[in-house]
């Protein structure tokens, strides 16, 4: 049989701690991160404060992705788009496939439709996140 009191124990007040508020910043994607760590931070912003990067100049925010494992990538950032429909950024460790996206003052939609209206040169690099000061868009 067990007491209420074998269940229970009283946080200590001096070892509290609590997650540290989530800022705009931390969600700026740095491409020489593994992969599934910046899945993992994709998933963790969206929607609010929504995880970023910038394509020359343009804020694109990344809600959704997914990881695909390679032998090897080119330099972290770099992005692969196959027939206008799939976008693949290399990481740090394997690529990143995002699936949902926004850009600045638009609404998020699948990563085929942004395609649609954007193109991306072959051999293109997402900008390397801002280090200091505040991040636009």
Do not use: C
């Not at 991160?33 to 100049?57: D, M, N, S, Y």
């Amino acid at each position: 049989s067990w007491a209420a009191s074998d269940v229970y124990r009283s946080q200590s007040h001096t070892r509290r701690r609590g997650a540290g508020k989530l800022t705009r910043e931390m969600g700026d994607l740095h491409w020489s991160e593994p992969a599934e760590t910046l899945v993992q931070r994709i998933r963790a912003f969206a929607p609010k404060p929504g995880a970023f990067t910038h394509l020359e100049g343009d804020l694109l925010r990344i809600y959704s992705a997914h990881t695909e494992e390679a032998n090897s990538v080119p330099a972290p950032g770099t992005i692969a788009v196959e027939e206008n429909k799939r976008l693949r950024v290399a990481t740090g460790k394997d690529w990143l496939v995002p699936e949902r996206v926004q850009r600045a003052g638009g609404k998020e939609m699948p990563v085929d439709a942004f395609l649609r209206g954007r193109t991306i040169a072959k051999g293109s690099v997402f900008d390397a996140p801002k280090t200091s000061g505040s991040a636009n868009g």
